[in-house]
Nanobody, 117 residues
Framework: EVQLAESGGGLVQPGGSLRLSCAASGFTFSVYAMSWVRQAPGKGLEWVSGINSGGGSTRYADSVMGRFTISRDTAKSTVHLQMNSLKTEDTAVYYC??????????WGQGTQVTVSV
């Protein structure tokens, strides 16, 4: 059974940090590109960051560039999103997504991040 299990969300004050993790199982993690996608209250999905299967290439949305860092640990089939200098507009449910150009993709259940005083 394929699973993507996000963790690490929570409530944090503006300027604070959180580290999200996504543990993958049930598929060959090492050949999938991984991304983080978020959905703020009342809004659509927003792509946040992505990392290629080898881990050597990363990309970020302009809104998080310089504040968020994506990484992957292939040995542990885990992808992380380090979020620093959090803003209230970062409040959203954060989803982990795995993608392969031939085999399709998978989504996690999401983890809530709330940035508030």
């Amino acid at each position: 059974e394929v699973q993507l299990a996000e963790s690490g969300g929570g409530l944090v004050q503006p300027g604070g940090s959180l580290r999200l993790s996504c543990a993958a199982s049930g598929f060959t993690f090492s050949v999938y590109a991984m991304s983080w996608v978020r959905q703020a209250p009342g809004k659509g999905l927003e792509w946040v960051s992505g990392i290629n299967s080898g881990g050597g290439s990363t990309r970020y949305a302009d809104s998080v560039m310089g504040r968020f860092t994506i990484s992957r640990d292939t040995a542990k089939s885990t992808v992380h999103l380090q979020m620093n200098s959090l803003k209230t507009e970062d409040t959203a449910v954060y989803y982990c997504h795995a993608a392969h150009r031939v085999w399709g993709g998978y989504w996690g259940q999401g983890t809530q991040v709330t940035v508030s005083v």
